[in-house]
């Protein structure tokens, strides 16, 4: 389903709106430190939130850290995520992850966009996520909620995410970190693939698919 685009006008009014009802948003995956967030974000990979918070912190208590993990017994790693979308591809990736980090980057995760993207199981969403989220990063990241709310409102027609994120980056520019985790949210509990929350939506008038949304 293809939308209108929004004008330059309409642009600057949903990033400014979005920023004020959002300022100071966060993820809503539970972490404590670059490691716990990095882990937490592969496994939310086609896997909720909620879920991921359940699993990690039996997780976190049997692989406190990199080392611990990349010594991992991956039969152990699968049955401690075994209730995780793909668990058996997301347990291998894991172990590959912090191997690497000990043996390419001396047990210290990297936070640079390349390096990070250099572990196994970590693509430039992931990376971009967790960079956001540990360094309010200028970086955007389009997961099934971003890629519903760009089209819904007439910021990109791109048919993958990672097209529509350099739609996102090109028409808001700058404090991305926050707008990321505001469309995160707003498609997540408002703008809803199913059910959308039309009637309460504070964008609506911005929005391409009032219409068409039943």
Do not use: W
Not at 100 to 124: C, N, R, T, W, Y
């Amino acid at each position: 389903m293809s939308y209108k685009l929004a004008t330059k006008n309409e642009i600057e009014e949903i990033k400014r709106l979005l920023i004020l009802r959002y300022e100071g948003a966060t993820t809503e995956l539970n972490f404590g430190s670059l490691y716990e967030l990095l882990v937490a974000v592969m496994l939310s990979a086609q896997c909720t939130d909620k879920r991921v918070n359940i699993i990690t912190p039996s997780f976190f208590e049997k692989f406190p850290d990199i080392k611990t993990l990349s010594q991992a017994n991956i039969d152990e790693v699968k049955s401690l995520i075994n209730s995780c979308s793909f668990f058996n591809n997301k347990a291998k990736s894991l172990i590959l992850m912090a191997k690497k980090v000990e043996d390419s980057f001396g047990g210290e995760i990297p936070l640079e966009e390349k390096k990070l993207m250099s572990l196994a199981g970590v693509g430039q969403k992931t990376a971009h996520v967790v960079l956001i989220e540990y360094t309010n990063a200028n970086y955007m990241a389009v997961d099934t909620h971003v890629f519903r709310v760009s089209h819904r409102l007439g910021l990109s027609k791109a048919k993958t995410p990672q097209k529509t994120e350099e739609d996102l980056v090109k028409k808001f520019k700058d404090n991305l970190h926050t707008l990321h985790q505001a469309m995160v949210l707003f498609g997540r509990y408002e703008c809803k693939a199913i059910k959308p929350n039309c009637k309460e939506c504070f964008l609506v008038q911005y929005c391409k698919a009032k219409e068409l949304i039943k």
